[in-house]
């Protein structure tokens, strides 16, 4: 039988595969397998050739027992429900690991980016909120950016939003510029909150950060603060490095300028050039000897077909969805310390509650304070989710990470929706 890849029906298989370790209520099982509330839209737009296009949004809450939906929105040519459905899934759980007072949301519109002119993605970002308007709001349902969106498209968001309510409400989206009130340091806060994973597990495995190797898949925001970070935070030596098109594997290590130089020149960072250094795909970046692996693109490239050719000692998940149910079984038979994304990606959301805390109470923070608080929330959650796993294995149940960070996101929902009075 062919592995199931379906986003959605990945997340509902990890859900129920948590909820039987852990004797979940079935009732409260039941609620958590679907979305609380999908919204589906269709945006007509008037475009600046004078043409009217429609384009289709989605906005999945999927449930708000511990606050607000928060989640981002993504502009993607392939966007669909199930991969919306699935994200707002994982936020949910994403929310409850770093215990902050948000349940998951996600959202969506079918578009190309790279087609359109800067005024037409102002124009459409703007009709999605018209559209979405009474859905969301500070305590209702929060944005933050995603895929081939940014904090200016986030801007005309708020923008258009404050035009509806007729008030500045500046903390009902997150990821803005600092000059409308988003954060100092949520830039970098996915990347960084993954370092800070990373810094953790490299203690419990007794490997030396300064040492070991890295391998990076993906060169967007993710993967390319990643690769910064990993030195500056941790002093590693970043081997292999990809984007869509190819990847570069140099054992002397990898240098950013000219990953920089090369992706400019050639538009891939396959075109750098070093003594040692050679083209890879991004099939063999993943089978690399290295200690540490880090997905940061896109979901399923981590399988069954694949996942037993995978060499690392710890697999670091700053990507959502890198590695399907089967192979994060098989990783953790294999013996490798498979970290999942909804506590390495975390830093993206605890930033984002960062600034709607600010926004909510006009108290801004300076950027060490920022990393500071960042550093505090992801490393309680990396050791809440250590002290479940040895809970378990007290109990004679071997589990992996994956499935301990599960448990205790699930159970903090559960009990949220119990005292609430849903079951």
């Known amino acids: 039988m062919a592995e199931e890849l379906n986003p959605f029906k990945i997340a509902q298989t990890q859900l129920d595969n948590a909820a039987a370790i852990m004797n979940l209520d079935r009732q409260a099982h039941a609620i958590l397998r679907e979305p609380k509330r999908i919204l589906v839209m269709n945006i007509p737009v008037k475009l ?8 289709t949004g989605f906005r999945v809450q999927y449930n708000d027992a511990r ?6 929105i993504r502009f993607h040519p392939q966007e669909s429900i199930d991969t919306v459905k699935a994200l707002a899934a994982w936020m949910t759980w994403k929310c409850s690991l770093a215990d902050i007072p948000f349940g998951g949301g996600k959202g969506g519109i079918i578009c190309d980016t790279k087609k ?31 895929v081939y969106t940014n904090p200016q498209i986030m801007a005309w968001m708020l923008d258009e939003y404050s035009n509806i309510i007729r008030h500045n409400e500046f903390g009902a989206i997150t990821g803005k510029p600092v000059e409308v009130w988003g954060s100092a340091g949520r830039m970098d806060s996915t990347a960084r909150g993954g370092m800070f994973v990373m810094r953790e597990a490299a203690k419990l495995l007794k490997l030396n950060p300064k040492k070991a190797t890295i391998a990076i898949q993906g060169f967007g925001n993710a993967g390319r603060f990643a690769y910064t970070l990993s030195k500056e935070i941790m002093g590693s030596k970043v081997v292999a490095i990809s984007d869509s098109t190819g990847g570069i594997y140099d054992p002397d290590g990898l240098d950013l300028k000219k990953l920089d130089e090369a992706k400019e020149k050639t538009g891939s960072v396959d075109g750098y050039k070093s003594k040692n250094a050679e083209k890879v795909t991004n099939e063999k970046l993943l089978e690399l000897k290295v200690d540490i692996l880090i997905p940061a693109a896109i979901e399923n490239q981590i399988r069954k077909d694949n996942v037993d050719k995978v060499k690392c000692k710890m697999l670091l998940e700053l990507a959502n969805g890198p590695v399907t149910p089967e192979a994060s079984d098989t990783l953790f038979h294999n013996g490798v310390l498979d970290l999942p994304d909804f506590l390495v990606n975390s830093g993206g959301v605890i930033g984002s509650y960062f600034e709607w805390t600010q926004n909510i109470t006009g108290y801004y923070w300076d950027t060490k304070r920022f990393n500071e608080e960042l550093d505090r929330k992801v490393t309680k959650s990396f050791n809440d989710t250590i002290t479940t796993q040895k809970l378990y294995a007290a109990m004679g149940k071997k589990i992996s990470t994956r499935m301990a960070a599960y448990i205790i996101a699930v159970d903090r929902v559960a009990k949220a929706m119990k005292a609430r009075g849903w079951y």
């Open 48 to 55: 600046t050739s004078g043409k009217t296009q429609t384009f």
């Open 67 to 72: 606050g607000p939906a928060k989640g981002g």
């Open 116 to 146: 359109m002119n800067e005024k037409d993605i102002e124009l459409i970002s703007r009709a999605y909120v018209r559209h979405l308007g009474k859905d969301m709001g500070v305590d209702v349902d929060v944005p933050a950016p995603d």
